[in-house]
């Protein structure tokens, strides 16, 4: 039911994941465990989201083996720097009761305080060497933050977690991670970032397409279970996020059939060029005034 993908390293990671971003705390412990109960073994959270401890909460309540479960959290930038970045594994790790994090990426690129986003990669790099970690990540990279990381580090990130749906498909990002082996995971898979209420005006929900709709009835499937299987069969891992057991239930039955290339082209040719969520050169996420606490 969980189809593994190979990271760079050699590590097996399940390709659908489940996403807690919005969840809130009160909710997220009950959402993980009825998410791993309805099959899924990888879970996403982020020291940003607030709700790490509610993610190890929920994985020791569904009784199911840690080893048996990929955790990727993510080093907010307010920890950023090669000490602070140490620290905040620490806090991770703490806060979701484990010694050992699957996936640890960085959140953002910082363009406007590269170097510490350098040091805090620096950081990853060690605590990877020193087993802390299993694999290391970005996530809003683009091709050129790719190349400036790549110039000054060792390690190739196994991920580059980037916004990514049909309205928004990142061609160029996209192939910069094939270029060097990074697995692309998309956030907001099923588009939730084209109709969030407070992301902006005049949108438009991608589950609500009219194409997706037609190609979602060809196959007896909801839109939602389409674009999962349109990244899943470009070799995109996802991590698609649901408070509703129906709909957690759905985003991961999506193994038992097939888009042909006419659909996935079709498809490809949804994309607007417009992104849903911040520009990750135009802001300076240090200024979003978010501390992560300790654990
Ligand atoms: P809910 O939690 O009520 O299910 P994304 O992961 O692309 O950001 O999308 C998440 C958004 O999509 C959330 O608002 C979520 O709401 C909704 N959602 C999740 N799964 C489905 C589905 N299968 N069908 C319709 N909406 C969904």
Redesign the pocket.
């Known amino acids: 039911m969980n189809y593994p993908i190979t990271l760079n390293n050699g590590v097996s990671m399940p390709t659908v994941g489940y ?1 807690v ?1 919005q969840s809130a705390p009160e909710e997220t412990a009950v959402a993980v465990e009825t998410a791993l109960k309805a099959g899924y073994r990888h879970i996403d959270t982020s020291a940003g989201y607030g709700n790490e401890r509610e993610v190890g909460e929920g994985i020791r309540r569904s009784g199911i083996d840690r080893d048996d479960v990929f955790i990727e959290t993510k080093v907010w930038v307010s920890d950023y720097g090669y000490d602070e970045t140490l620290h905040a594994f620490e806090k991770s790790a703490a806060k979701l009761g484990v010694s050992q994090i699957d996936l640890l990426i960085l959140h953002q690129p910082m363009p406007q305080h590269f170097e510490r986003t350098l040091n805090a990669y620096r950081a990853l790099e060690q605590l990877l060497a020193d087993g802390k970690v299993r694999s290391i990540g970005v996530s809003n990279f683009m091709p050129h933050h790719l190349a400036a990381l790549r110039a000054q580090t060792e390690i190739i990130p196994a991920v580059n977690q980037v916004e990514l ?1 049909p309205y928004f498909t990142q061609s160029a990002v996209q192939r910069a991670n094939a270029e060097h082996g990074i697995l692309t995971q998309a ?7 084209t109709f ?1 209420p407070g992301w902006g005006e005049n949108r438009k929900s991608v ?1 609500e397409d009219e194409t997706i709709g037609r190609i979602a009835a060809e196959h007896g499937k ?1 839109p ?1 279970q389409v674009m999962l299987r349109w990244h899943l069969q470009q070799g995109r891992s996802v ?6 057991a129906q ?1 957690i239930a ?2 991961i039955d999506v193994f038992d059939f097939a888009l042909v290339d006419d659909d996935l082209n079709v498809i490809n040719a949804l994309d607007r060029g417009v992104r849903g969520g911040p520009d990750p050169d135009a802001v300076d996420p240090s200024t979003w005034k978010l501390e992560i606490p300790e654990a």
Do not use: E, M, V
Request: glycine share 14%; net charge positive; hydrophobic share 30%.
């Open positions: 996403g971003f749906h956030w907001s898979p099923i588009g939730g970032i969030y589950l909801t939602a991590i698609p996020k649901s408070t509703n709909r759905q985003n």
